[in-house]
Nanobody, 126 residues
C-alpha cells in the first residue's frame, strides 16, 4: 500500500521560503507513476500546484511558476516542494499525492491521483 506523509509546513512572512517534504513508502518515488503537490485553502477547491512524472518532467500551475520547484530523491523515497517568494495567497493545506502504478503522464488534476497524504499547513502573513 502506498503511504505518503507530509512535513515542513509552518508560518512564514511574505517573501519567505519553505521546503515541504513527502515521505513515501519504499519504491514509490522511483516507480513509473505521476506524483504531485496540491493545496486547498478554506472554502476553495483543491488545486494542483506542481506535478512530476517518472522521467522527472514537471508541470506548474501558473500562479507558482518561477517560485515553486518540485524534486524527488529516490534513494530517500522522498518528494520535495521548494517554495520561494511566498505570499498570503499561498496560504493553504498542502498535500502530496501519487498516481496509480503505471500512470506516468503529468497532471495537475486531483482526479488523476489515487493516493494522498494528510497534508501540512502553510500560512503566509503579510
Amino acid at each position: 500500500q502506498v503511504q505518503l506523509v507530509e512535513s515542513g509546513g509552518g508560518s512564514v512572512q511574505a517573501g519567505g521560503s519553505l521546503r515541504l517534504s513527502c515521505a513515501a513508502s519504499s519504491g514509490v518515488t522511483s516507480s513509473p507513476r505521476r506524483m504531485g503537490w496540491f493545496r486547498q485553502a478554506p472554502g476553495k477547491e483543491r488545486e494542483g500546484v506542481v506535478g512530476i512524472d517518472s522521467d522527472g518532467m514537471t508541470t506548474h500551475a501558473d500562479s507558482v511558476k518561477g517560485r515553486f520547484t518540485i524534486s524527488k530523491d529516490n534513494a530517500k523515497n522522498t518528494l520535495y516542494l521548494q517554495m520561494n517568494s511566498l505570499n498570503p495567497g499561498d496560504t493553504a493545506m498542502y498535500y502530496c499525492a501519487a498516481g496509480r502504478y503505471g500512470r506516468r503522464s503529468l497532471s495537475l488534476q486531483p482526479a488523476d491521483y489515487t493516493y494522498w497524504g494528510k497534508g501540512t499547513q502553510v500560512t503566509v502573513s503579510s
